[in-house]
């Protein structure tokens, strides 16, 4: 349905101009005077002339961003100092399938993107924006506004406004190409994007029409020293899965038994035998470090200027791409089987020692008897490949606005915009639970007591090889999921001068914005029924039931810039800035009002000094997913279990205030304790879900500034920024419930508390993995809370190369230098959890490294047609959370890490432009923290590959063809 709508769309775009550009050969011309533009500032609605913003602003320019030859808006953004990595190619166990971006840390969700000042469609029930519906070729500036900007655009701007300027009134045709790939020739790439525009009617109006096309490789961990193999961040040792081959088995002993153990085994293919210790599973190798991507992407814009009173622009956005992402194979992931002992499969030897175990007499013991086993089996389908994920997203938005001038001073600007986003994911190789259940339960050779469905009895007792292709036919199972995302936008504008009325010491006209806007977000999943069922899908963390929401926003807005002295001793400019906001935010089960705020200023004292402050209120309204999600159980890293093998014993099971008696009461089985196993591949299960009674939350946002220039070519500008959001949307994580269960610093009692209660294992075993524990309980509340704060400092400096004695011919320098550096980062998710001082630490809690500083140093020299340059990034050191003592000592902390990356262009002529750029030039390996430090989207290969470079030295070259 949405390529007919492409179609449509694209038809009308088109034809309308052609329509526009021939209906208006008519008109007069407009008359030529001397007014002067007005101006749009990211961050305020007044665009009367000499507006500037007095929140911190820093800008990106197209040059800087075509110095690295990126095919995507994440790759270039994660790396600026106020940006932390969120997901991106670096994310394959945690892909949504697109690439986001995230101001200070606090989460994608509480960035704003815009394009062109307005908001695009987000492409997941999280309300957040998929950065690769960007086009970057028609980029001409990315504006990055620090602190909230709820008053003028309302929900979300909470941490800050990544709002990407495109080129305006382009005129001629250009092609632009670029090539990539490692020094080991991998982890290839490759973008073209065909832009063309003309003017119509004498300059009257514009149409651009731009055309892209990006594929990349895929790039596996296996093709990596680092990250052949999984690592234990406590050991250091090869570390894996218990699903793993030959496979693992498990059944709890019985009164009578002779074998009372409750350890695990692996069979011995060869004898027959159930053996010990288990050999884990290195899952690594076909993991990816880089994801691929294959986008199409099709942009159009198009303006018309009937006369001063009315310009007509129109804006068309579609982008279809696939997200392709893999993980280990699939197998039975510890889930408990009913078993007959009598399955011809099970080899002789084995026989005899589960009817040990489970006190089975010798004469049931043979093959044909119906007695049941409770078996927990852990076998990797080898047989079966790679567990393929692919995520096709398909985003499509237009907008129709027109704007133009009033009376006198003031103009006006109204939009209506329309997205729709919707994406497939195609799970390929997965399995079905209930089928492997069904062919497992055989007491006769080739057949299933339930023959249905054609089951084929599985053989999960023999080596690599030993499944069969028709038993794998039969246990196979693929998912489709979808999602789907629609948005209106509906916003009118003015702005301009209140005349006469102006302070006595400022002769200047106060200026005024008013602004309404109404919102509407539609969104819901859909997937097959195999997908909504827990643990049907073999190996994926969570079902995904079937929700649907839908959330209106209606909001009015005032701001005002009042210019209250001008032209005074040591006072040129002092300006105040103050606004408001007044939204409706409603559900199908309640409506809410509430407010925000902005008040601020600038004074320039002299013409090279100006400081800036702003205090702001702003809000964010809670998604469609924290709103109705359904409770679900998922996956979430932990390299331990408080009560896994002989950190308890059955002696203290029964004495009250142990670790022995909790771990019974919390769900451990008595015949288990003492032997109960680590968590398979280091991951447990973990339940959440949505929550209607949410609701917006609300963050004070500070900043104060100042921007000097001391020479004719040097700017500089240093910020301090402080975000504290005090209702927060949140979840504990699983590390708070767990450590405030079992850890005696916070239980010194070792009592039952609230946290222990929200912790549900399976009763089979008692550990946390398989489909029978629905896990660790994190609920969503709007009791967490939120704080960071910093500085931002940046200075840029053009010095021709004459100012140092030498020929002019030989060009200027540009120097570039932006550092962020962060003053704390403190997170408390609910009332019960631990306050957590995050900055300088990573962890399962604190999630990646929450860097105390970032900075980049970039440097240009332009001489003639040629201009080379470099850009140094740096990163602070890190430690691991809580201070490098729980992990082994090598793991947990990472140096300060640098980065040089160079670049070259060549001007072969005023048509023809060539690229080089190296990406990490001096090849330098990621940091090595194993796999088990972090959490499971963001640490894995044994690093952490969203936040340093798994992928090495790497080349791109490009071309760029204009007429």
Same mark, same amino acid.
């Given at each position: 349905m949405?390529?007919?709508?492409?179609?449509r769309?694209?038809?009308?775009?088109?034809t309308g101009?052609?329509?526009?550009s021939?209906?208006?050969? &008519?008109?007069?011309?407009?008359a030529?005077d001397n007014?002067?533009?007005?101006?749009?500032?990211?961050?305020t609605?007044?665009?009367s002339?000499? $507006?500037t913003?007095?929140?911190?602003?820093?800008?990106?320019?197209a040059?800087?961003?075509?110095?690295?030859q990126?095919?995507?808006?994440?790759e270039f953004?994660?790396?600026?100092?106020?940006?932390?990595?969120?997901i991106?190619?670096?994310?394959?166990n945690?892909t949504?399938?697109?690439?986001?971006?995230?101001?200070?840390?606090?989460?994608?969700?509480?960035?704003?993107?815009?394009v062109?000042?307005?908001?695009?469609?987000?492409?997941? !029930?999280a309300?957040?924006?998929d950065?690769n519906?960007?086009?970057v070729?028609?980029?001409?500036?990315? +504006?990055?506004? $620090?602190?909230g900007?709820?008053?003028?655009?309302?929900?979300?701007?909470?941490?800050?406004?990544?709002n990407?300027?495109?080129k305006? #009134?382009?005129?001629?045709?250009?092609?632009?190409?670029?090539y990539?790939?490692t020094?080991?020739? +991998? &982890?290839?790439?490759?973008?073209t994007?065909?832009?063309?525009g003309a003017?119509?009617?004498?300059?009257?109006?514009?149409?651009?029409?731009?055309l892209?096309? %990006?594929?990349t490789?895929?790039?596996?961990?296996?093709?990596?020293?680092?990250?052949?193999?999984?690592?234990n961040?406590?050991?250091? &040792?090869?570390d894996?899965?218990s699903?793993t081959?030959?496979?693992?088995?498990?059944?709890?002993?019985? +009164?009578g038994?002779t074998?009372?153990?409750?350890?695990?085994?692996?069979i011995?293919?060869?004898?027959?035998?159930?053996?010990?210790?288990v050999?884990?599973?290195?899952?690594?190798?076909?993991n990816?470090?880089?994801?691929? !991507?294959d986008?199409?992407q099709?942009?159009s814009?198009?303006?018309?200027?009937?006369?001063?009173?009315f310009?007509?622009?129109?804006?068309?956005?579609?982008?279809?791409?696939?997200?392709a992402?893999?993980?280990?194979?699939?197998?039975t992931?510890?889930?408990?089987f009913?078993?007959?002992?009598?399955?011809p499969?099970?080899?002789?030897?084995?026989?005899?020692q589960?009817?040990?175990?489970?006190?089975?007499?010798?004469?049931?013991?043979v093959?044909g008897?119906?007695?049941?086993?409770?078996?927990?089996?852990?076998r990797?389908?080898?047989?079966?490949?790679?567990r393929?994920?692919?995520?096709?997203?398909?985003?499509?938005q237009? %907008?129709l606005?027109?704007?133009?001038?009033? &009376?006198?001073?003031?103009n006006?600007?109204?939009?209506?915009?329309?997205?729709s986003?919707?994406?497939?994911?195609?799970?390929?190789?997965?399995?079905?639970?209930s089928?492997v259940?069904?062919?497992l339960?055989?007491?006769?050779?080739?057949?299933?007591?339930d023959a249905?469905?054609g089951?084929v009895?599985?053989?999960?007792?023999?080596?690599?090889?030993?499944? $069969?292709?028709d038993?794998l036919?039969f246990? #196979?199972?693929?998912?489709i999921l979808?999602?789907?995302? +629609?948005?209106?936008v509906a916003?009118?504008?003015?702005?301009?001068? !209140?005349?006469?009325?102006?302070?006595p010491?400022?002769?200047?006209?106060?200026?005024?914005?008013?602004?309404?806007?109404q919102?509407?977000?539609?969104?819901?999943?859909?997937?097959?029924?195999?997908?909504?069922?827990q643990g049907?899908v073999?190996?994926?963390?969570?079902?995904?039931?079937?929700?649907?929401?839908?959330?209106?926003?209606?909001?009015?807005?005032?701001?005002?810039?009042?210019?209250?002295v001008?032209?005074?001793?040591f006072?040129?400019?002092?300006?105040?800035?103050?606004?408001?906001?007044?939204t409706?935010?409603?559900?199908?089960?309640?409506?809410q009002d509430?407010?925000?705020?902005?008040?601020?200023?600038?004074?320039?004292?002299?013409?090279?000094?100006?400081?800036?402050?702003m205090?702001?209120?702003? %809000?964010?309204?809670?998604?469609?997913?924290?709103?109705?999600?359904?409770?679900?159980?998922?996956?979430s890293n932990?390299?331990k279990?408080?009560?896994?093998?002989d950190?308890?014993?059955?002696t203290?099971?029964?004495?009250?205030?142990?670790?022995?008696?909790?771990?019974l009461?919390?769900?451990?089985?008595?015949?288990?304790?003492?032997?109960?196993?680590?968590p398979?591949?280091?991951?447990?299960?973990?339940?959440?879900?949505?929550?209607?009674?949410?609701?917006p939350?609300?963050?004070?946002?500070?900043?104060?500034g100042?921007?000097?220039?001391?020479?004719?070519?040097?700017?500089?500008?240093?910020?301090?920024?402080?975000i504290?959001?005090?209702?927060?949307?949140?979840?504990p994580?699983?590390?708070?419930?767990?450590d405030d269960?079992?850890?005696?610093?916070?239980?010194?009692?070792?009592?039952?508390?609230?946290n222990?209660?929200?912790?549900?294992?399976?009763k089979?075993?008692?550990?946390?993995n398989?489909?029978?524990?629905?896990?660790?309980?994190?609920p969503?509340?709007?009791?967490g809370?939120?704080?960071?704060?910093?500085?931002?400092?940046?200075?840029?400096?053009?010095?021709?190369?004459?100012e140092?004695?030498l020929?002019a011919?030989?060009?200027k320098?540009?120097?570039?230098?932006?550092?962020?550096?962060?003053?704390s980062?403190v997170?408390k998710?609910?009332?019960?959890?631990?306050?957590r001082?995050?900055?300088?630490y990573?962890?399962?809690?604190?999630g990646?490294?929450?860097?105390?500083?970032?900075f980049?140093?970039?440097?240009?020299?332009?001489?003639?047609?040629?201009?080379v340059g470099?850009?140094?990034r740096?990163?602070?050191a890190?430690?691991e959370?809580?201070?490098?003592?729980?992990?082994?000592?090598?793991?947990?902390?990472i140096?300060?890490?640098?980065?040089?990356?160079l670049?070259?262009?060549?001007?072969?002529?005023?048509?023809?432009?060539?690229?080089?750029?190296?990406n990490n030039?001096?090849?330098?390996?990621?940091?090595?923290?194993?796999?088990?430090?972090?959490s499971?989207?963001?640490?894995s290969g #044994?690093?952490?590959?969203?936040?340093?470079d798994?992928?090495g030295?790497y080349?791109?070259?490009g071309?760029?063809?204009?007429?």
């Amino acid at each position: 349905m949405i390529e007919k709508v492409l179609s449509r769309s694209m038809r009308m775009m088109f034809t309308g101009s052609v329509v526009a550009s021939m209906g208006v050969m &008519a008109l007069p011309a407009l008359a030529q005077d001397n007014k002067v533009e007005s101006v749009v500032v990211t961050g305020t609605r007044i665009t009367s002339p000499g $507006t500037t913003s007095n929140s911190p602003i820093g800008s990106i320019t197209a040059e800087e961003i075509k110095s690295s030859q990126p095919i995507a808006v994440e790759e270039f953004f994660k790396g600026l100092p106020a940006a932390v990595p969120a997901i991106g190619p670096g994310t394959n166990n945690g892909t949504g399938g697109g690439a986001t971006i995230d101001l200070r840390g606090l989460g994608p969700n509480r960035t704003l993107v815009l394009v062109n000042g307005r908001r695009l469609v987000p492409f997941n !029930l999280a309300g957040v924006v998929d950065t690769n519906s960007i086009p970057v070729a028609l980029i001409s500036r990315v +504006d990055l506004l $620090t602190g909230g900007a709820s008053v003028v655009y309302g929900a979300d701007a909470v941490s800050g406004v990544a709002n990407f300027n495109l080129k305006k #009134n382009f005129q001629g045709f250009e092609v632009n190409t670029s090539y990539g790939s490692t020094s080991k020739a +991998d &982890a290839k790439r490759h973008r073209t994007d065909v832009t063309m525009g003309a003017s119509l009617d004498q300059g009257r109006g514009n149409v651009v029409l731009s055309l892209g096309k %990006t594929k990349t490789d895929p790039l596996t961990q296996g093709t990596r020293s680092f990250g052949l193999s999984s690592l234990n961040s406590e050991t250091g &040792a090869a570390d894996g899965s218990s699903t793993t081959i030959p496979g693992r088995f498990n059944t709890l002993p019985v +009164d009578g038994a002779t074998d009372k153990t409750a350890d695990a085994w692996q069979i011995d293919p060869a004898t027959g035998k159930l053996i010990q210790p288990v050999k884990l599973y290195n899952f690594n190798p076909l993991n990816y470090f880089v994801t691929g !991507l294959d986008r199409s992407q099709a942009t159009s814009l198009a303006n018309y200027k009937i006369n001063e009173n009315f310009e007509a622009y129109a804006e068309m956005f579609y982008t279809s791409s696939v997200v392709a992402s893999t993980l280990a194979e699939s197998g039975t992931f510890n889930n408990t089987f009913s078993v007959p002992i009598g399955n011809p499969f099970i080899p002789a030897a084995a026989r005899e020692q589960l009817c040990l175990r489970r006190n089975i007499s010798a004469a049931n013991c043979v093959v044909g008897n119906t007695t049941i086993v409770p078996l927990s089996i852990g076998r990797r389908f080898t047989e079966m490949g790679p567990r393929f994920n692919d995520f096709s997203n398909k985003t499509l938005q237009y %907008t129709l606005g027109l704007k133009g001038e009033i &009376a006198g001073s003031w103009n006006y600007d109204g939009y209506w915009s329309r997205g729709s986003a919707d994406q497939t994911q195609l799970r390929r190789n997965w399995g079905s639970l209930s089928k492997v259940k069904q062919a497992l339960n055989s007491v006769a050779t080739g057949k299933c007591v339930d023959a249905s469905n054609g089951c084929v009895p599985l053989n999960v007792w023999g080596a690599a090889g030993s499944i $069969t292709a028709d038993q794998l036919a039969f246990i #196979n199972q693929s998912a489709i999921l979808m999602q789907g995302v +629609d948005q209106d936008v509906a916003a009118v504008s003015a702005s301009g001068e !209140l005349g006469d009325i102006q302070s006595p010491w400022a002769k200047q006209a106060i200026n005024v914005a008013v602004s309404a806007e109404q919102r509407k977000v539609t969104a819901l999943t859909r997937s097959d029924a195999a997908s909504q069922l827990q643990g049907e899908v073999l190996g994926t963390g969570a079902p995904t039931p079937d929700r649907s929401g839908t959330f209106k926003l209606k909001e009015y807005a005032l701001e005002s810039l009042i210019p209250l002295v001008k032209d005074a001793p040591f006072i040129r400019r002092l300006n105040l800035e103050v606004g408001y906001r007044q939204t409706t935010f409603e559900t199908a089960k309640k409506a809410q009002d509430y407010g925000s705020y902005k008040y601020g200023g600038e004074w320039e004292p002299i013409k090279t000094l100006r400081i800036r402050g702003m205090t702001q209120l702003a %809000t964010r309204a809670p998604n469609v997913n924290e709103l109705f999600a359904p409770v679900i159980t998922g996956l979430s890293n932990a390299s331990k279990d408080h009560c896994q093998l002989d950190l308890i014993n059955k002696t203290d099971a029964n004495k009250a205030g142990t670790l022995s008696n909790l771990c019974l009461q919390t769900g451990v089985p008595l015949s288990v304790i003492g032997s109960l196993a680590k968590p398979s591949a280091s991951q447990i299960n973990n339940q959440f879900g949505g929550n209607p009674n949410l609701e917006p939350e609300k963050a004070k946002t500070n900043t104060i500034g100042f921007v000097v220039t001391p020479l004719r070519n040097l700017s500089i500008s240093l910020d301090y920024y402080k975000i504290e959001i005090t209702n927060a949307i949140s979840a504990p994580s699983v590390t708070d419930v767990l450590d405030d269960c079992y850890d005696p610093v916070r239980n010194p009692t070792m009592a039952f508390n609230s946290n222990c209660a929200a912790i549900l294992r399976s009763k089979a075993d008692g550990s946390f993995n398989g489909a029978d524990s629905p896990g660790v309980v994190t609920p969503t509340t709007n009791s967490g809370k939120q704080n960071t704060a910093g500085y931002d400092l940046s200075m840029k400096y053009q010095l021709p190369v004459s100012e140092l004695g030498l020929d002019a011919k030989y060009g200027k320098l540009d120097f570039g230098f932006d550092m962020n550096i962060v003053n704390s980062f403190v997170i408390k998710a609910s009332p019960i959890s631990v306050t957590r001082h995050c900055l300088g630490y990573y962890s399962v809690a604190c999630g990646a490294p929450n860097y105390k500083n970032k900075f980049n140093q970039r440097t240009a020299w332009t001489f003639g047609e040629f201009v080379v340059g470099y850009n140094w990034r740096h990163v602070s050191a890190v430690t691991e959370e809580p201070g490098g003592t729980n992990f082994l000592p090598a793991y947990a902390k990472i140096d300060a890490y640098n980065y040089i990356d160079l670049s070259a262009v060549w001007n072969f002529n005023k048509h023809v432009r060539f690229n080089l750029s190296i990406n990490n030039a001096s090849n330098k390996a990621p940091p090595i923290v194993g796999s088990t430090i972090g959490s499971t989207g963001t640490n894995s290969g #044994n690093t952490f590959p969203q936040n340093y470079d798994a992928v090495g030295r790497y080349f791109s070259v490009g071309a760029t063809i204009k007429f």
